[in-house]
């Protein structure tokens, strides 16, 4: 499983890298949303998979999946929530005041 | 978001009873977290999700009569009980954030652990329910 | 004759600490000394900490003279081995008798040069202050590491005061031109530091030269050396660095006499002397050091002799005498190569090096210090304006003509003296045992006699030009006169020190050159005699000496023929030509890559930052040969995961095509959905319940702020864009899907402990708790977890002040 997962990522980062590249502001959120479940995933497969019963002790297994990777990731999702809110706020209020979500129009003056 | 002028006494009926099952669960994964999934991080995301469910079925201004308070105020006072949490540890001349339990014998409850990381843990919740109603309501509010 | 070493380990700040750090603390204070005493010239509240550092460094120099050294130890930071260490032995004496004596005339003079009505004088004497303590710092230091931070501090207090009058472009350039070379000497300096620890494992300038043998035999040795040597070159103005100097004259007079030509530019100088004992003994550092002030001595005499400001003149002619000293250094430094022969022959260039230190900082110091007066006094510094002040400005004069003299090498004044000594040092050359030197070996002193003609020139166009002649008042805007006398008292003690060491130069032997030397060559010390003498018979110096003075007077008488030509008209150092170009190609170059680099687009970076890190990575895979894939060890798929993953797949490629709002959320919802599938595959019960709630909550936070938002549009690339859009995104999924493979299939074989068996045996007997995933976070990664919700934290209030807070005006986010 872990070979069909590693291309599930692969998949996960090609689009979130395609949609950052892309000119709308909101595929650009899109892009890190997909970025971030890719790393998730890959956060996991690189422990392996599927190895013992879910890390509960009174849960009567053999072994236990890695616990770790697990933490790691749950801090990261809820991590990932906060950084998409806020870009994705950022987005809104740029929407708000340049009238437009168009990255190629965003541009700064030439003299920046 | 618009206000729905209709009035849908279905949704509204469902979404009262539907909330508060949400909200005792999310208590419930809440204290489970230590030794069942559940804790800090998924209680509080929870019990968010029950508080955003009532504003889209409801409107903004029955939200605020279920919770009269600003939710910046949580944000602060987890972190507040998190840290504190921690720095308990230090004056009894252990590392920060040293945790500690212990099992009691309560009237009627039987035997029950307590253990410092549930304090901990309900800062963790406060901060997460704050943040996820602050970033939600914040925009919802903005229709100007 | 070193007897006792007092050396001890302290906690508190000694006296001789105090020396270091006593000049920043009253640094402080200033401003606010400044604030409240506006009618009495700041000045005078600065004048008594340089005296009193003077008379106790005096107080301490008997025991320096026996040979003692004195050495505390303070711990700054003992983990990398910097300590603040002051360790004053004879050449830290000199140079700190030298930087708190000088420094307290320099400050009584700049009473009366600076007037407390129209200049800034609290900015002046924190700067001043500021330098004076790190200068001494850099003088004191044991530690190397101290010593360079003291050393930038000298070169950052010198650009401010170049810069003082910053109303003026030529100030403000001639302070960005020091700043820059004396800062990129420093930097490499620091490097060179940085390789002595790789060999010595200290940073102490003592222990290093007890384990010289570590240094010297390492592969490491010459780029040290040279890193070093630039840092010492850059800040002592040697060839062809040189050019900041002539720039730093654009500072008030006090400072030209203090910082650039008896104190901050000696600390090159200082270096050199200092690290003699771990680099001395090499061929190459006596080539280096004494070619390269062999160049700079003779191309700041002839230049000098172009000039016609009276500062610049003394600006070359310090850089041509600084020349001097670093080649009798370099000369001197044979006496380590040829180890275990005590020999006059090779000493006598460093005796003659240390005491010409001396000397220069006496007479260069009056002669500064007159040549401010006269600018002061008459509004300019032009010798084609100036002349006849003889009759006008008699004191001044008479100060002038002794540091002159003296400096042009006549007797019976101590320049004389020294350069006898200097000529003693180059004919010494010839006899050394080295490759070659009994051909090669008379350049040495040919070179000296030459630039020694060009000496004697500078110094008699300086004397004729101001005080000889006709004087014309209308060259002036004001009325000139004589100084008053609080301007002359410091020329003149200066100007008495300049006969007192002429004429009885062995009271300076025994008390300060001598430690001086002991420090320098501390392998050969308990034979060198000191002594000095006017009078040597008819030997081959004197012959040289009367050379000097024919050549040169005749050079003179001629000065109407060839000041018409190229050579005198055009006065400006052909070098600046090279730095003026290096600095504007140098902003041209990064305008224009930051013109093609910076488009302001977001597509463009990430090009950039993809592009990069996939070659940079994919280069050390590579390298490393880090690919593998592992089909062994693989857990099964069952074929609800098939399916799944064809679904999550087929989803995840739709996403970028979709034109419609709601479309994109929903299918963007459906994918997070998806993924707490795959948590729940993966037996992570607590992940799959934190992405089904994220995801509720975040579809709804989508839902409300597409509302506000543009509809979609079909994205229409320029052509090319599209092609190079796809295949970063492709080559970005595959390196990391191929990291994926590798780092599972090496983790298995290499077949590592998890750290995770700790939580897993642990969570129950250490943290009571059964749900390992919740122990870990709440109990044994406590503070990430805190940490982690602290930037929750922080997002949320992000949002909130995005929306809530308005900018008032003009909005531009």
Known sequence: ?112 | MKQLKTNNVMLHTLVRIVSFVVLAFSIYLFFAGHNNPGGGFIGGLMTAAAFVLLYLSFNMKTLKKALPFNFDLLIGGGLLIAFLTGVTSMLFGFPFLTQFFEYVQIPFMGEVELTTALPFDLGVYLVVLGAALTIILTIAEDDK | MKHEVNSKEVVFLTALHWVTVSPFLLAILIPIIYKYTKRIHTGWFVLPLPLILFIFLISNLPDISNGDVMHYSMPWVPSLGINFDVYLDGLSMLFALLITGIGTLVILYSIYYLSKNSEKLNQFYVYILMFMGAMLGVVMSDNLIVLYVFWEVTSVSSSLLISYWYQREKSIQGALKSMYITVFGGLSMLGGFSLIYVMAGSFSIREIIANVDLVTTSSLFVPAMLLILLGAFTKSAQFPFHIWLPDAMEAPTPVSAYLHSATMVKAGIYLIARLTPVFGGSPEWFWIVSVAGLVTLLWGSVSAVRQKDLKSILAFSTISQLGLIVTLLGIGSAAIYFDGVPDELYYTAIMAAVFHLINHATFKGSLFMTAGIIDHETGTRDIRKLGGLMTIMPITFTISLVGLLSMAGIPPFNGFLSKELFFTGTLNVMNYEMIDLSTWGIIFPVVAVIASIFTFLYCAILFFKTFTGKFKPENYDVKVHEAPVGMLISPAILGALVIIFGLFPNILSYTIIHPVMTSILPNITEQIEVNFSLWHGFNTELFMTFIVIAVGALLYVLMKKWSQTQFYLNERDPFNNLYDHGYNGLIKGSQAITRVQMTGLLRDYFVYMYTFIILLAGYTMFRSDAFAVDTVNVSEISPYMWALSVVFILATLAVPFINNRITVIVVVGVIGFMMALFFVQFRATDLALTQLLIESVQVVLFMLVFMHLPKLKKEVFKPGFSLVNMGISIAVGAFVTIMALSAFAMGSEAGFDTIAEYFIANSKELAGGYNIVNVVLVDFRGLDTLLEILVLAIAALGVVSLIKLRFTGREDV
């Open chain 1, 1 to 112: 499983m872990e070979i069909l997962i590693s291309i599930i990522i692969g998949v996960l980062f090609t689009v979130g890298t395609y949609m950052l590249l892309m000119r709308s502001l909101l595929r650009v959120v899109i892009g890190t949303m997909f970025l971030s479940h890719g790393a998730h995933l890959l956060l996991l497969t690189m422990a392996g998979l599927q190895r013992g019963g879910p890390p509960l002790l009174g849960f009567d297994a053999e072994a236990y999946a890695d616990p770790l990777p697990q933490a790691m990731v749950l801090t990261a999702i809820v991590i990932s929530f906060g950084v998409t809110s806020l870009i994705l706020v950022l987005a809104y209020r740029t929407y708000k005041v340049h009238k437009t979500d168009d990255l190629n129009q965003l541009r700064g003056s030439k003299d920046e």
